[in-house]
């Protein structure tokens, strides 16, 4: 079994940061696109931050700088640092890969829980 366990949403003044971060729960052989998305009520989700299968990093337009996505290789893990957020950014953020369980394996998608990020102006 392999899951996405994401941690670090919560309420925050406008200006302020946050930390997100996504972790792999389970053994796994091969993970591609780690990235994380975000829902706003309402709204389809859309995409925040990913790295491509290149492992350059690529931003939605509305990031604008104010986000990094990081990785760390060793454990399988990464984050998103939320900086100088606004109240548009209040959503639901989910963290996301395309895993391969084992040499045999598809590729097939997972997703995180989903952890609420509200930025109260």
């Known amino acids: 079994q392999v899951q996405l366990v994401e941690s670090g949403g919560g309420l925050v003044q406008a200006g302020g940061s946050l930390r997100l971060s996504c972790e792999i729960a389970?053994?796994?052989?091969?993970?591609?696109?780690a990235s994380w998305f975000r829902q706003a009520p309402g709204k389809q989700r859309e995409l925040v931050a990913g790295?491509?299968?290149?492992?350059?990093?690529m931003y939605g337009d509305f990031v604008k700088g104010r986000f990094t996505i990081s990785r760390d290789n060793r454990d399988n893990t990464w984050s998103l640092q939320l900086n100088r957020l606004k109240s548009e950014d209040t959503a639901v953020y989910y963290c996301y890969a395309s895993i391969r369980r084992t040499a045999w394996s598809n590729w097939a998608d997972y997703w995180g829980q989903g952890t609420q990020v509200t930025v109260s102006s």
């Open positions: 790295f491509t299968t290149e492992g350059s990093t």
């Open positions: 389970g053994n796994i052989f091969g993970i591609n696109a």
